[in-house]
């Protein structure tokens, strides 16, 4: 069981913080920046215990070595000897055990060919964990910089998998500027419709929209549904061709994203 909370970094960046219920030992996703989680830290008393990074961006790396300065702190990551300061890397399919609770390693290359993400069966209030970085955000997905379309509809696929309850922690505040394509994609699509509203309601206090569910992202994230119909006609009519594959719907609603 986790208490998740998340330090807002930069301009839209999530870092999230984890700990179990009774300890003041804490782990932290993706500290782009320091300071926010150094302040944290020393506001409630708190050790830092380790750090999870999901790929290679500065946005993400950032505050490593000032966090780890002088002291022995793990920092797991993807094997991208880019990344100045991993103390653990890891592969697809490794384990690995914080405190009580046990996280699976995914491979979800697309935004990034390093990019990893991290899900955890005990996560808050009995539901699973998922720290995924800049590849599944809440009503999107990350822009492809190094990675295929089918590299990404395959990552996005094995999200998907997961358990609807599970609780997707992602490191942007993307949700707004994603739901407003996701309407071009999808202008009947109901659910949508009501998670807008919702969402409008979130930011205008300031709120964040993050987490989301896997439930809810596969009723409203157009990246997560290349094969639903609307979807599809949507893609059609910005040229994809007429026997697309899922991976080919994908691509036209990304390019499609990227200027939109
Ligand atoms: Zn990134
Ligand atoms: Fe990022």
């Known amino acids: 069981m986790l208490i998740i909370s998340p330090i807002p970094a930069f301009h839209d960046n999530y870092i999230w913080m984890f700990h179990s219920p009774d300890s003041r030992n804490v782990y932290v996703v993706d ?3 320091a300071k926010p989680v150094q302040q944290l830290l020393d506001k409630h ?12 961006h500065f946005d993400h790396t950032g505050g490593i070595s000032e966090l ?4 022995n702190i793990p920092v797991y990551g993807p094997d991208n000897h880019n990344i100045d300061g991993i103390t653990n890397t890891l592969q697809d399919g490794d384990t690995i055990k914080l405190d009580e609770n046990r996280f699976n390693i ?11 993400a ?16 800049d590849t599944l955000f809440v009503g999107g997905c990350g822009r492809l910089f190094e990675g295929t379309a089918e590299q990404m509809y395959t990552s996005l ?3 998907a998998s997961f358990p609807g309850n599970t609780r997707v922690y992602c490191a942007h505040e993307y949700t707004q500027a994603n739901l407003r394509f996701a309407r071009a994609v999808e202008p009947d699509n109901q659910i949508l419709k009501e998670q807008v509203k919702e969402v409008a309601e979130r930011r205008s ?7 989301s569910t896997i439930q809810k992202e596969l009723a409203t994230n157009p990246f997560l549904r290349s ?12 040229g994809a061709p007429s026997n697309a594959k899922p991976t080919d719907i994908l691509r036209v609603i990304r390019a499609w994203k990227d200027d939109f």
Not at 68 to 71: A, N, R
Not at 118 to 133: H, I, S
């Open 68 to 71: 780890t300065k002088g002291k």
């Open 106 to 116: 995914v491979a979800t290359p697309g935004h990034t060919l390093d990019h990893i």
């Open 205 to 211: 206090e300031n709120q964040p929209t993050v987490p």
């Open 157 to 159: 696929s094995r999200l």
């Open 45 to 56: 008393q708190l050790t830092l215990a380790g750090i999870l990074i999901t790929h290679h």
């Open 118 to 133: 991290y899900f955890t069966e005990t996560g808050e209030a009995g539901n699973p964990a998922l720290f995924c970085g």
């Open 31 to 33: 500290p782009g920046d």
């Open 227 to 238: 094969n639903q119909p609307d979807v599809i006609k949507a893609a059609c009519n910005r």
